[in-house]
């Protein structure tokens, strides 16, 4: 599983496997990233429309709060299927991220991109389908009702 879920009163934190091209440098393991149930929202609706108009992709900058996170190589740990390893921030001198973009896709797919400051090299993670984490969502609120 690349993705895993939790589920709070008004937003989803998603924390995903971390994609890199970068070769000279070490790199996290995970991004973590709370979508609100409004980003959801508005990422269906841009999805919505991309497929009016036959578009692909749209993008936020600066959209939604992110982590990069890194497996505690120092914890014991049981490995399990479909649970996440014990896990740290990720920490790195050498990394300098100079933005982040929201990227929606015409089927509702999520992908956070993370730019890395004087180069074309990013971090990337899939986050999920906005229709599914939104209809998720609202099932956890009416559950806790």
Request: glycine content about 2%; overall charge negative; proline content about 3%.
């Amino acid at each position: 599983m690349e993705q895993f879920y939790e589920y709070t009163d008004n937003s989803v934190v998603v924390t995903a496997v971390a994609y890199n091209n970068i070769e000279w440098a070490s790199t996290p393991d995970y991004v973590q990233c709370e979508l609100s149930k409004g980003t959801l929202e508005t990422a269906q609706l841009v999805a919505d429309f991309l497929k009016k108009v036959q578009y692909t992709q749209a993008q936020s900058w600066y959209s939604v709060p992110w982590e990069l996170l890194s497996i505690d190589e120092d914890a014991e740990y049981e490995e399990k299927e479909n649970t996440l390893p014990p896990l740290v921030e990720f920490e790195s001198s050498e990394l300098r991220i100079s933005g982040n973009a929201l990227k929606v896709y015409s089927d509702s797919d999520l992908q956070i991109i993370l730019h890395l400051k004087h180069s074309d090299e990013e971090i990337w993670a899939e986050l999920g389908n906005a229709e599914e984490l939104l209809q998720k969502l609202e099932e956890h609120i009416t559950k806790d009702d």
